[in-house]
Structure formats: C-alpha cells, structure tokens
T-cell receptor, first 113, second 110 residues
Framework: DAGITQSPRYKITETGRQVTLMCHQT?????MFWYRQDLGHGLRLIYY???????DKGEVPDGYVVSRSKTENFPLTLESATRSQTSVYFC????????????FGPGTRLTVT | RKEVEQDPGPFNVPEGATVAFNCTYS??????FFWYRQDCRKEPKLLMS?????NEDGRFTAQLNRASQYISLLIRDSKLSDSATYLC???????????WGAGTKLIIKP
C-alpha cells in the first residue's frame, strides 16, 4: 500500500547501543521530517530533509544522525542511545509545495534501558 | 514561555455538547495555523487549517485572532468519536517547519 511506513514499531535497547529507525514513503514527497513526542511536550523536530542529500537540524538534533540517499527513505540513527531518548518517534512528509499538511507514519516506540 | 501553548485538559464533555479550545502562540510573525487530531497511541492527522477569516468544516469551526495571538477550535454536537487529543500547530516561515503545542485532551462521555 502507498503511504509512509516506519520500522520497527517497537524497540527496546540498552544504553550506549546504536539504533536505527527506518522511514519509507511511497509518494515521492520532497520534504521529510523526524519528530519525537514525549508526555507534556508537543512534537519536537529532530531533523528534516528538503530533498535527497539535503538535511538540516531541527530543535533537538543532539545525539541523532540522519541520511537521505534516496527520496523515499529517511533513516534516523541514535549513535549511542541514552535513557533520555526513550520516546515515540514519528516520521512525516509533505506533499505539494503549496501545502503544509504533514502525513505521518505510525510511529516507533523506543525504550532505552 | 512556550511558543505554542494549550490547556492540556482533559476536557470531559457530554455527548452532544459544544466545546471550545484555545491555543496561544508567542511569535507574531507566525504565518500559518492548523489543528491536528491525535488518537491515543496513533499518529497525528490534519483536522483543519485555520484561515484569517475563520473557517468551518461540518461541526468544526476554527478561528484566528492575530491581534491577541490565539487560535480556537469549536466543536458542535460532539460525538463519542471526537474523543482525542487536539494539537495546535503554527508555521512561522516558508521552510515547512511546524511548531506544535502539547495538545488538549478531549473526552466525550455518553
């Protein structure tokens, strides 16, 4: 099915391990975003990408790395996971340039022990 | 001060009632405004954009007050299915970055 998917949906990892969260969209949308959502906070932007090979930091980029070698994929890597990175991570994309509507993936629940 | 502030609720409302939420934003240069809906443990989805003149979509009405820097969402004849968290979202420039409120939780009771 067309849309935006994330994997894994649930992940438990240990402090210090590297973790990669995958995001894949089938619409060929240019813009893609990674957010984290924590209780009491709104969605906070980690990184975004305007196109393949173009990425930029958002509000909370520390401890995260992204890449975008292909338009449809936008993986997020936690280089050395910390407990403070326990969160729900959402990937999103934007379609037409005239629209700000963001389409979200189902999210990844990450727990760092 | 947070850039986008919402009353977290929860708002407990009987079915059929009218409920209204406000959201305030701090940056007067904000350009675009939205309400998203998020069901428990699900991804956010766009409910409606908010236009300067106010706009309506069925039972939902959104309004913008630039002078006081707030937007509002009114839900009439509330349904059980309206139970969700409503997220206020603001865009300040043209790079598609959105600033999200923490959300207002709405519970509709039969």
């Amino acid at each position: 099915d067309a849309g935006i998917t994330q994997s894994p949906r649930y992940k438990i990892t240990e402090t210090g391990r590297q973790v990669t969260l995958m995001c894949h969209q089938t619409w060929s949308h240019s813009y893609m975003f990674w957010y984290r959502q924590d209780l009491g906070h709104g969605l906070r932007l980690i990184y975004y990408s305007a196109a393949a090979d173009i990425t930029d930091k958002g509000e909370v980029p520390d401890g995260y790395v992204v890449s975008r070698s292909k338009t449809e994929n936008f993986p997020l890597t936690l280089e050395s996971a910390t407990r403070s990175q326990t969160s729900v991570y959402f990937c999103a994309s934007i379609g037409a340039r005239s629209s700000y509507e963001q389409y979200f993936g189902p999210g990844t629940r990450l727990t760092v022990t | 001060r947070k850039e986008v502030e919402q009353d977290p609720g929860p708002f407990n409302v009987p079915e059929g009632a009218t409920v209204a939420f406000n959201c305030t934003y701090s940056n007067s240069a904000s350009q675009s405004f939205f309400w998203y809906r998020q069901d428990c443990r699900k991804e956010p989805k766009l409910l409606m954009s908010v236009y300067s003149s106010g706009n309506e979509d069925g039972r939902f009405t959104a309004q913008l007050n630039r002078a006081s820097q707030y937007i509002s969402l009114l839900i009439r004849d509330s349904k059980l299915s309206d139970s969700a968290t409503y997220l206020c979202v603001v865009n300040m420039d043209s790079n598609y970055q959105l600033i999200w409120g923490a959300g207002t939780k709405l519970i509709i009771k039969p």
